[in-house]
């Protein structure tokens, strides 16, 4: 049993089988040990291997107290190559006198950064593609640290033969490994430091050597570690020497058959003196496989592993862990299936859970966490490695009121503060365009004070921004500003008082030191912000990110361009998780993998079991090939595969857990994890489907049936129909009615998008804007190009223009200005241009703006009409659908434009889009005759379409006509109101409302 001590001679090292729960097994057998000599516990000193552990026992201590207690000295000895940190380790040891201190990590990534600067010369990025090679450099140089290989060892000759038979791609970047290893270490010697890893590898080894020497008088016991790196092997192997040590490793299988414990292979311990440490069959998936490593290298035989008999709160049937042995066997020995008793094959209490997609996933989860929360007393726990998965989860449980902390974390650039950092750095980089303007002055964390007042002009300077890009800076934007004033007079001042706050940072479009850029980007965060930007847990993250990146940023020499410094900001806060203080519900934890070892519930549901997310794809070391970090003595990638199979296998050992996966992803299906898949093949029918939470996840988010939208067909009052008809809304009015009842009745209007390509509206406007100023110039020929030129550049910075539109427009003004020229050689003469007029039909205003008029040679007059794209087919003028030239020949025949008098006879399209035949520019009239056929006669023009017109104001402004939706549905039309009409609920089904059969 545990609590007796080890013969002299032997090694105390125990193992807690996966049905006993780690954290409350191992409490409940240390309690009865320590607690009987009084200040015995407080006494002990526990060795942990994470932060999050040290969380995990104490709350395991409270579970099994019930009462007061002293708790042990708890110390962390993470593996820093698993992203743990290392916590103030044995300090009455004194060690750190002797040992250097270790450098700033971001000060060396920094340095690493500008040497690969250097070793690269003309092929190296730009700074945020510097930053991440450096930081797959750093990486790859904590694994040589960790695993306490010394950088001299890559010039074995060995290692050089095994580099100069690779291929050129790893040769090179080999060289470039050991080139900036070599500049580091020299670089470190400088300065007096050492890396964190080797820091940590040599307070290891004094801790060791000491406690070998003199063994402590207090009771030692390293828990739940299994990282086998060689300096915590080594510490390990002496902690379990001591008279009152122990080692106690977490599920290390004891009943499994010796013949598959060998087939594991090499693991460290090479049947040849100077044998690779890892051989090509060593199964490194298997979940056992870290920790036979870890035994091999603390020099102790897995017989001489005593079991540990005491067992937690949420112990799971003995029998449990038999199946989960057999679950993970490896492939030759997984034959053995066919063969295995029902006892030995049995996982009562283990269901599958099989969704459609994440979000069904989540919510389905969400559903399982509440009904067992409803069982007083009952512990939930959710481990996923998928933190937007996690998140979900989170989010679902908020329609029952249920907090759910994600101990994992947050990464920091999800969290406001760190978000705000990222749209203002966006902000920068993109030179104050719409879109990143607006959301970093639309942050909740802006203005706090004066939020509802602030809140109001954002809103108002995004109807300004509306549409293409005003143009880069500030200075495009104010002017836009300016030019709205009329509509929003409030919003230049408070214009003023933003850009003073943004100019000192916007004005700046050259390289910086990276500490200056940190330096104005909090500077001016904090004026957007004031103090909240730093209040809560992710500003104090924020805080501290920034605060050590400028301190070590000084040290560098190291210049970043503003467009550069969204990617360089968005990776290195990537790297900052905020996690929740205490405040979820107490019976509920939603654990990442690494946060969820030693941790037990008596519900465990594992969520995200895909391939690719659990286990996550392997991803190879980019600069050291496999076969050299074999010859190194570094495990592979697939290593971590194993440590993903030792985390379900252990989440595998609660009373009740639930298995779940998702059918596809955003990307499409996917394919469930290789680890459900063994469990399907081994259960087989066995297996228990979790199908009900599915169904009622699915049946939260499937509403009523509700009777289908019918065909909107709005009655207005006689009061609100008597409205004005420009000459562009009767087609509108004739084709679908309901929306010329949304925009002249209701007066709605469709709204740009923000940063929007030129749209043919947008595209229309620019044209007609740059006829009209050549045109009131006095349309001298040879000035039209050069007045576009200037017109469009005033306009719009937009790639669109530069590249495609402008050429065209260009040529097609050119035909404009020689096509006048040519007329007005035979006798014409422009009348108006732009000209607005109205007249009065049975009482109802017809108003309109004439694109340009023109006096023919015989006394009577030319409408035109420019068009930027193709213009109306004659079919549909004469069926009445495409009657402005019509209009305005009205208008102008009753005397509605100033200085224009006669009556029309010419009714002109001048398009200035391509033709096949003339390039581009050509003009044309609706009107029948030689190979046309459709079209109105000339005579009939004016009388044809006065008689479409007077027809529409009798069935819709002076009747009682409903305003139909789409009443022509065959007719092309616009597209602004079909969200209003509700188009596609109702759109197919029969016209009189009802469904089709």
């Not at 290989?149 to 038979?165: A, F």
């Not at 290893?181 to 430091?193: F, H, T």
Request: hydrophobic fraction near 45%.
């Amino acid at each position: 049993m545990a609590e007796a001590k080890a013969p002299a001679g032997r090694v105390s090292v125990y193992s807690i089988a996966a049905h006993r729960g780690f954290a409350d097994a191992l409490v409940a057998g240390l309690i009865p040990r320590y607690r009987e000599e009084g200040f015995g516990l407080a006494r002990l000193t526990l060795l942990l291997p994470s932060r999050r552990a040290i969380r995990t026992v104490t709350e395991a201590f409270v579970r099994a107290s019930g009462g007061g207690l002293l708790l042990p000295r708890m110390a962390v000895v993470g593996d820093l190559d698993l992203e743990e940190t290392l916590g103030p380790l044995l300090d009455p040891i004194g060690a750190g006198a002797d040992v250097p201190q270790a450098v700033d990590p971001v000060v060396r990534l920094l340095a690493v950064a500008q040497m690969l600067r250097e070793e690269l010369a003309e092929r190296a990025p730009g700074e945020a593609g510097l930053m991440r090679q450096a930081r797959v450099l750093v990486q790859s140089m904590d694994r040589l640290a960790v695993e306490g290989v010394s950088p001299d060892k890559l010039l074995d000759p060995e290692v050089i033969g095994l580099v100069g038979d690779l291929s050129e791609h790893w040769q090179e970047n080999t060289r470039l490994f050991a080139r900036v290893l070599v500049r580091w270490q020299a670089a470190l010697e400088d300065m007096g430091r050492i890396d964190a890893p080797e820091r940590r590898n040599r307070l290891l080894a004094h801790a060791a050597q000491r406690w070998r020497e003199t063994p402590p008088a207090h009771p030692v016991v390293a828990a739940g570690v299994t990282s086998a790196s060689p300096a915590i092997a080594r510490l390990l192997r002496v902690v379990a020497e001591l008279p009152e040590g122990a080692v106690i490793l977490p599920d290390l299988d004891l009943a499994l058959e010796p013949a598959v414990w060998d087939a594991l292979g090499v693991a460290g311990a090479p049947e040849e003196p100077g044998g690779p440490p890892f051989g090509r069959g060593d199964v490194t998936t298997h979940p056992q496989y870290h920790l036979k490593l870890l035994l091999n290298r603390m020099s102790v035989a897995r017989d001489e592993v005593q079991p540990w008999h005491r067992a937690g709160l949420a112990a799971a049937p003995p029998e449990r862990s038999r199946a989960i042995s057999n679950l993970f066997l490896p492939p030759e020995a997984s034959a053995a299936w066919v063969s295995l008793p029902p006892e030995q094959r049995r996982l009562s209490g283990v269901r599958m859970m099989e969704s459609a997609n994440p979000e069904e996933e989540a919510q389905a989860i969400a559903v399982l966490v509440r009904r067992a929360l409803a069982v007083p007393e009952k512990r939930v726990a959710v481990v996923t490695p998928d933190r937007g998965l996690a998140n979900r989860v989170v989010g679902h449980l908020q329609r029952w009121n249920i907090g759910a902390d994600d101990t994992a974390g947050r990464p920091l650039p999800q969290t406001p503060a760190g978000r705000l950092l990222l749209q203002l750095a966006e902000c920068w980089a993109e030179r104050a365009a719409p879109v990143s303007l607006l959301a970093l002055l639309g942050h909740p964390l802006v203005r706090p004070e004066a939020r509802a007042t602030w809140l109001d002009r954002v809103r108002e300077l995004d109807l300004v921004l509306r549409g293409p890009r005003p143009g880069p800076g500030v200075e495009a934007v104010r002017e836009a500003v300016q030019g709205r004033a009329k509509r929003f007079p409030r919003l230049p001042r408070w214009w003023d008082e933003v850009e003073a706050l943004l100019v000192p940072m916007l004005l700046v479009h050259e390289p910086l030191p990276l500490s200056a850029v940190l330096a104005m980007l909090s500077e001016t965060a904090e004026a957007l912000c004031g103090e909240a930007l730093w209040a809560n847990a992710d500003g104090r993250s924020l805080a501290a990110f920034v605060a050590q990146w400028r301190d070590a940023a000084a040290r560098a020499d190291l210049l970043v361009d503003p467009r550069e410094v969204p990617a360089l900001l968005r990776d290195a806060l990537d790297e900052v998780a905020v996690r929740p203080a205490y405040g979820g519900h107490p019976r509920l934890a939603i654990y990442g993998l690494l946060e969820a070892r030693m941790s037990r519930a008596d519900l465990v549901i594992c969520a995200g079991l895909t391939e690719g997310t659990w286990p996550a794809a392997p991803a190879p070391d980019p600069l050291l090939a496999p076969p050299v970090l074999r010859a190194l003595g570094i495990p592979g990638t697939d290593f971590r595969i194993g440590l993903s199979a030792h985390d379900l296998a252990a989440a595998l050992g609660a009373p009740e857990v639930v298995l779940s996966h998702a059918l596809r992803d955003a990307a499409g299906p996917v394919i469930p994890s290789r680890f459900l898949l063994r469990i399907r093949a081994m259960l087989g029918r066995q297996l228990v489907s979790e199908d009900e939470a599915v169904r009622q996840a699915r049946a939260l988010d499937r509403p009523d049936k509700v009777e289908g939208a019918k065909r909107p067909e709005p009655m207005p009052s006689a009061e609100q129909r008597r409205v004005e008809i420009a000459v562009t809304a009767l087609d509108r009015l004739r084709g679908d009615p309901y929306q010329f009842y949304a925009q002249a009745i209701l007066g709605l209007r469709a709204l740009d998008p923000i940063d929007a390509d030129p749209t043919p509206a947008w595209r229309g406007t620019a044209v007609h804007e740059i006829l009209e100023l050549w045109h009131r110039a006095g349309g001298v020929p040879g000035q039209l190009i050069p007045l576009a030129e200037q017109k469009l550049a005033e306009m719009s910075a937009h790639p669109f223009m530069r590249a495609l539109w402008q050429p065209r427009l260009l040529a097609a003004l050119c035909w404009i200005e020689h096509e006048q020229d040519r007329l007005l050689g035979e006798g014409r003469e422009v009348l108006a241009v732009e000209a607005k007029g109205a007249i009065h039909v049975d009482g109802v205003r017809i108003h309109g703006r004439a694109d340009r008029i023109d006096r023919l040679p015989d006394g009577t007059l030319a409408v035109i009409d420019y068009k930027t794209g193709k213009p109306p087919s004659p079919k549909m003028v004469e069926e009445g659908f495409a009657l402005q030239l019509g209009l305005i020949g009205l208008i102008a025949q009753g005397g509605g434009f100033d200085d224009v008098s006669g009556t029309p006879n010419a009714f002109e399209y001048w398009s200035l889009s391509a033709n096949k035949q003339r390039g581009f520019g050509f003009r044309e009239e609706p009107i029948p005759g030689g190979r046309r056929k459709r079209g109105i006669p000339r005579e009939d023009f004016l009388s044809e379409t006065e008689r479409y017109l007077k027809e529409a104001i009798a069935r819709w402004i002076l009747g009682a006509e409903p305003f139909t939706a789409r009443l022509n549905p065959d007719l092309p039309g616009y597209s602004d109101y079909d969200q209003l009409m509700r188009l596609d609920e109702w759109q197919g089904r029969d016209l009189k409302g009802g469904d089709a059969e």
